[in-house]
């Protein structure tokens, strides 16, 4: 029989517990690793790991002999050749955060455009007309990415009105912004998009446009993008700091970003629903069984 190992909470429902205890015998571990170290204990005897980053980040290259199905997408950072060497498979779940990921996307472009934060439960008496907020129909937004999140993004801003236009693999992209008012990055992390918003891209953008990602340091340079809002080039920002550890707030560029008067910062929970966890969770436990038919 197999030994499954749910190294943390990971949200699972009863019917997903359930469908877990038909493949195997269970250990399911509903408190948080004290530390990587702990959790590398918890897992080295398992056959099939069913695992969070906590403690799978920095341990993975120690693992021996199992399969590991992770209920996220990214797993760029592990070294796949050292993994096979050790005779450990990792499936993850690409596209199971789409739906929340895009819903925070969309309510990041309408908070920067049309201002609403400014205004919500305001006690402040406003005079006239309100400072101006810019609707997204009649608006050119370039998505760049065009997979599960940036395709999905893109039929909403459509819904909305705006001219959609995608960055796809070999395009130019200092062509594809020349007109964006949004420009929203969904681009996975790979050799080919690591420092591709570089100061280049960023002092070539727009006046008075935003820029709104679900990525993380690899990818943009954090000064030349803070360069660019000190400047008016970008009149705001809104990151979910994707490199950070899920909830922490300490990270020096998460700091930064949220203490400037027009950035919105997240910490790394654009995904955090319970959709998510349905679908990433489901797809986690189907990773299991395929792989147990194959096997």
Known sequence: MHKIVVSQPLGLSAEQRTRLQTLGEVKFYDEMPASPEDWLDRVKDADIICTGKFGFKIKAHELRDAFVSVPF???DWIDQ????????????????????????????????????????????PVHGNPALGLSVAGKTVLVAGAGNIGSRVGKICEALGANVVYFKRGDNLMAKTKDAVVVVDTLASNKDTHQIYDREFFQSLKKGSFFVTVTGDKLWDTEAMLEALD?????????????????????????????HPNVYATPHIAYDSDRCDLICNNMMIDNIENWLKIK
Do not use: H
């Open 231 to 259: 400047q008016g080039i970008l009149a705001g920002v809104a990151t979910d700091v994707g490199n950070i550890q899920v909830g922490t707030t300490d990270s020096p560029v998460y700091q930064r970003f949220a203490n």
């Open 81 to 124: 050749d050292k993994l096979k060497q050790n005779n450990v498979i990792v499936k993850n779940c690409p596209g199971c955060n789409k739906e929340p990921v895009s819903e925070w996307i969309i309510a990041m472009i309408l908070n920067l455009m049309r201002k609403f934060p400014k205004y919500i439960n305001t006690k402040d």
């Open 73 to 75: 997408v990214a797993t």
